[in-house]
């Protein structure tokens, strides 16, 4: 049955600029498992401040690229604190599980979030990175144009 996903709100967040197939990847295997799907999109000052360049498509733009996908069901921007404590965005978006990529299990910072979300009941599930794809690589590769 449609609705029988293993959780109800699921939340992810990221830049997402350059929209690609990892990208898509990624919000297909995230609404697999859930029933309403919450992406945190990075401001363009977070892009600015924490990652130290300016995105190419402007958090508006990206905002309507994100909305338009049938499978993302609500797009919020998020702070540089939402994105950095999880635990704080959780409280905000009221989610039951955050996806992550799977290079951030086992760090120390999500082993600790783990252990706080199980206390709430809250789950994290880690999703596999497209190899060979990434807004970077595609910059690098314009550049031969
Ligand atoms: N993502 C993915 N596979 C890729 C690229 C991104 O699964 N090949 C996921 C990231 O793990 C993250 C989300 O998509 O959960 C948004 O990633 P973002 O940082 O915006 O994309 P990148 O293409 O990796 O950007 P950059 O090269 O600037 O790091």
Redesign the pocket.
């Known amino acids: 049955m449609e609705n029988e996903k293993k959780y109800k709100i699921g939340f992810?967040?990221?830049?997402?600029?350059?929209f690609?197939?990892?990208?898509l990847?990624?919000?297909e295997n995230c609404k697999k498992q859930c029933e309403t799907l919450i992406v945190g999109l990075?401001t363009d000052e977070y892009v600015e401040k924490v990652?130290h360049?300016d995105p190419v498509f402007s958090q508006e733009e990206r905002f309507r690229i994100l909305s338009a996908l049938k499978m993302v069901d609500r797009v919020e921007y998020v702070s540089i604190e939402e994105v950095t404590d999880k635990e704080l965005a959780q409280r905000i978006f009221g989610f039951d599980v955050l996806?992550?990529?799977d290079?951030w299990k086992d760090t120390d910072r999500y082993l600790k979030t783990e252990k706080e979300f199980a206390k709430i009941g809250v789950s994290i599930e880690y999703?596999?990175?497209?190899?060979?794809?990434?807004?970077?690589?595609?910059?690098e590769s314009l550049k031969q144009y």
């Not at 992810?12 to 350059?18: R, S």
């Not at 999703?127 to 595609?138: E, R, V």
């Open positions: 992810t967040c990221g830049v997402f600029d350059l690609h197939v990892g990208h990847n990624l919000l990075c990652k360049k996806f992550s990529g290079d999703l596999p990175y497209t190899k060979g794809i990434s807004t970077t690589s595609i910059k």
